[in-house]
């Protein structure tokens, strides 16, 4: 279903607004690789935000692989 609502500007002329959505499968040549976590959790490299239950990590590539909760970035 198609609606194209009229609108009028300030010098009182017409004009159509119409939504438009591009759809498309075209691949992109940038390929995303899977993340490789080879770092473990240890208390002492991951510290604890004081108001929320959550660990430190300051780059993605130190994200632990065996850490279940919440990880959060600065």
Known sequence: MFVASSINDEYNSKYK??????????????EYNDLILSKHYTPEEYPKYDSYDAIEVSKVADIPCDFAGVIGYQ
Do not use: E, S, V
């Not at 607004?17 to 940038?30: A, D, E, G, S, V």
């Open 17 to 30: 607004k119409i939504p438009i959505r591009w759809y498309t499968n075209i691949k992109l040549k940038r």
